[in-house]
């Protein structure tokens, strides 16, 4: 028997969270953010059940050129752009889309003599990640347009803080500064992403860009997943390994970091960081075993972890863990860990296997 853990891909989760998306911005459409490998779900799999999507959004080329052989005709668009005339020429090959943030860009875009790409032209607003300056703007837009440098042009910007309702001053601040900086062009725009798709209509332009609601995760801590009506596309699930009856003083791990307090049976799960299990998760992180909720004890180490057995006493060896995803929601697991759903699911490591329902 292979070693017990591995990760379930739900193709129907993540068809149903797009038509959730539909549902907030019926207008709008939607570029299905792709990129580390779907949020670790696995690319060509993810772009299958998202295939009526009208776009993908993503930044590894090679990714882009697999959707392509694999025979995806949807516009792609690559989020950090080119970064060499070399891949330029690729670009046109596979007829990419590009997002343009950098003057230098343009430059290479002149001198290299590939205009027939569709450009999405970022703006910095004030994330100040990737984009043109407001400043900049203007120059570079009349340069695409003179020297017949684009197919099309699309005016984008990211939101930084778009989950959190503490900071809508922020977000409409930026929001102020791309509509006056966009004033009097006619370009279509492309603004929000999954949190700006739940909290502000305002967003919904031309393209949307939803990454993490796609795979069933809340992009905002303002209301879980169940809430927004998303389902968990990425169950991670493993079997307890091994059962240890502990007595009083007994500690369990590296660094004897928990202590039994009275007897107790503790399990052994096959998941350890470097499964992508959090290993910063503390004691009395959740997990599921026999579809029971239970805590985790003591330090993760890289290939297991201990859980609490007490008042679970069907539990045994063999017996089924779910460290995420359908019954534990990949936010609840993230939040005790203290990092971001995002993370959990892309640091899933390449030796667990994805498995789609048969
Ligand atoms: C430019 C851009 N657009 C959209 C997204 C999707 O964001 P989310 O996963 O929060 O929906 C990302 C993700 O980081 C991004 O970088």
Redesign the pocket.
């Known amino acids: 028997m292979p070693r017990p853990i591995q990760a379930f891909i739900d193709p129907s989760a993540l068809t149903h969270n797009l038509s959730v998306v539909r549902q907030h911005a019926p207008k709008a459409h939607i570029?299905a953010?792709v990129?580390a490998d779907a949020?670790g779900h696995g690319l060509l799999q993810a772009a299958h059940a998202l295939k009526s999507a009208d776009g993908f959004?993503l930044?590894e080329l090679n990714a882009a050129i697999a959707l392509r052989d694999a025979g995806f005709k949807h516009p792609i668009l690559l989020?950090e752009g080119f970064f060499s005339m070399e891949e330029l020429a690729i670009f046109e090959q596979y007829q990419l889309s590009s997002?343009i943030h950098h003057p230098e860009q343009i430059a290479m875009l002149t001198t290299s003599g590939h205009r027939r790409l569709d450009l999405f032209v970022?703006i910095n607003t004030g994330m100040n990640r990737?984009g043109l300056t407001p400043e900049q703007l203007p120059f570079i837009i009349d340069k695409l347009i003179t020297l017949q440098c684009a197919k099309s042009i699309t005016l984008?910007t990211?939101f930084a803080c778009?989950?959190d309702s503490k900071e809508k001053e922020s977000v409409l601040r930026q929001l102020h500064c791309f509509k006056t900086v966009t004033h009097g062009h006619s370009f279509p725009h492309s603004l929000a992403?999954?949190?700006a798709?739940i909290h502000y209509p305002e967003t919904h332009t031309d393209w949307i860009?939803?990454?993490?609601?796609?795979y069933g995760a809340s992009?905002t801590p303002d209301k879980t997943a169940a809430e927004l009506n998303l389902k968990p596309a990425m169950t991670l699930s493993s079997k307890v390994i091994s059962i240890q009856q502990l007595k009083a003083g007994d500690r369990v791990g590296y660094g004897g970091l928990f202590t039994a307090d009275c007897a107790m049976r503790i399990g052994i799960v096959a998941c350890g960081y470097a499964d992508g299990y959090p290993r910063h998760a503390p004691t009395n992180t959740p997990v599921l075993i026999n579809d029971r909720r239970t805590r985790t004890l003591g330090r993760v180490s890289m290939d297991m972890l201990a859980v609490d057995l007490t008042g679970i006493d069907d539990a045994g060896l063999n017996s089924p863990a779910i460290l995420w995803g359908n019954g534990l929601s990949v936010d609840e697991v993230a939040q005790y860990a203290g990092t971001a759903n995002?993370e959990l699911l892309c640091a899933l490591a390449p030796r667990v296997e994805k498995r789609l329902p048969q």
């Open positions: 570029m953010v990129k949020y959004a930044l989020l997002v970022k990737l984008m990211h778009a989950d992403n999954s949190a798709i860009r939803p990454g993490i609601m796609l992009p995002y």
